[in-house]
Nanobody
Framework: QVRLVESGGGLVRPGGSLRLSCEVS????????IEWFRQAPGKQRELVAG???????HYTDRVKGRFTISRDNAKNVVYLEMNNVGPDDTAVYYC???????WGQGTQITVSS
């Protein structure tokens, strides 16, 4: 059974940085499409970044230049590096594998001074 487990969330100050991890278990993640979504209070879940095939990346305009998605195949982990965060980045962040529509449990990011 494939599981996605996010970690790395927490409280961060505006302008700060954070790295989220999505550990994929039950299946090798190399080459698998993996996405990061987020859902802010009262808002719909939105796609933040995606890693497709081995190295094709996609970012929503609001995070381009600030967030980076990457993969460590040896560890079966997909990362989301978040830089220069702002209050609008406050949300629960979810890892998602489109194949099988598998979701992680989410990790909370709160940007506040």
């Amino acid at each position: 059974q494939v599981r996605l487990v996010e970690s790395g969330g927490g409280l961060v100050r505006p302008g700060g940085s954070l790295r989220l991890s999505c550990e994929v278990s039950g299946s090798p993640s190399s080459g698998d499409n993996i996405e990061w979504f987020r859902q802010a209070p009262g808002k719909q879940r939105e796609l933040v970044a995606g890693l497709y095939a081995t190295s094709v990346t996609h970012y929503t305009d609001r995070v381009k230049g600030r967030f980076t998605i990457s993969r460590d195949n040896a560890k079966n982990v997909v990362y989301l590096e978040m830089n220069n965060v702002g209050p609008d980045d406050t949300a629960v962040y979810y890892c998602h594998r489109p194949r099988g529509n598998i979701w992680g449990q989410g990790t909370q990011i709160t940007v506040s001074s």
